[in-house]
T-cell receptor
Framework: SQTIHQWPATLVQPVGSPLSLECTVE??????LYWYRQAAGRGLQLLFY??????ISSEVPQNLSASRPQDRQFILSSKKLLLSDSGFYLC???????????FGPGTRLTVL | RKEVEQDPGPFNVPEGATVAFNCTYS??????FFWYRQDCRKEPKLLMS???SGNEDGRFTAQLNRASQYISLLIRDSKLSDSATYLC??????????FGIGTKLQVIP
């Protein structure tokens, strides 16, 4: 079974600072990868998904970007954080040939 | 209409009670259905997939009603450890899935 690794677990950043969150996958090849954000008391919002190296689909236009430099690596970035970027960021992996997603432990980001 | 709708609750039930959650979905072409459990400040974890024929895992039973476009989750003999948020998830194939906002369950001693 696949394991999703994310770090750091918590992060406090000032407004205007850059961001880089990394997600790596273990136990499967060619997974679909996803970045979600969950604001306090809210549901999961899909931010980006990727079906392969260098292939990124953006679901919500905003202050963030994603990249997939390797098959099992997915990176979420921002050049300048906003207060509204605070939330719980979750990476998920799926597949191949399955429709079940498995989540990493998440990164809790607070922008001050 | 939202793609996936759930009553956010909270549902407060005594230990030992039976509780049921429903979730409706708008896309009749949806092909995959799941229930996830999310504990406070943790990642969602797969509880069970939902099949057309329904499925049961111990105290948990999931049902799918394609005609009315809803799925349900029944928890029998509730335990304190069942307290969590239960997320309904609906997918259209081997890519994106849509999460409901979740239903919060609090089991009371």
């Amino acid at each position: 079974s696949q394991t999703i690794h994310q770090w750091p677990a918590t992060l406090v950043q000032p407004v205007g600072s850059p961001l880089s969150l990394e997600c790596t996958v273990e136990g499967t090849s060619n997974p679909n990868l996803y970045w979600y954000r969950q604001a306090a008391g809210r549901g999961l919002q899909l931010l980006f998904y990727s079906v392969g190296i260098g292939q990124i689909s953006s679901e919500v236009p905003q202050n963030l970007s994603a990249s997939r430099p390797q098959d099992r690596q997915f990176i979420l970035s921002s050049k300048k954080l906003l207060l509204s970027d605070s939330g719980f960021y979750l990476c998920a992996g799926q597949g191949p040939y399955t429709d079940t997603q498995y989540f990493g432990p998440g990164t809790r980001l607070t922008v001050l | 209409r939202k793609e996936v709708e759930q009553d956010p609750g909270p549902f407060n039930v005594p230990e030992g009670a039976t509780v049921a959650f429903n979730c409706t979905y708008s896309n009749s072409a949806s092909q995959s259905f799941f229930w996830y459990r999310q504990d406070c400040r943790k990642e969602p974890k797969l509880l069970m997939s939902v099949y057309s024929s329904g499925n049961e895992d111990g105290r948990f039973t999931a049902q799918l009603n394609r005609a009315s476009q809803y799925i349900s989750l029944l928890i029998r003999d509730s335990k304190l450890s069942d307290s969590a948020t239960y997320l309904c998830v609906v997918g259209g194939g081997y890519q994106k899935v849509t999460f409901g906002i979740g239903t919060k369950l609090q089991v009371i001693p």
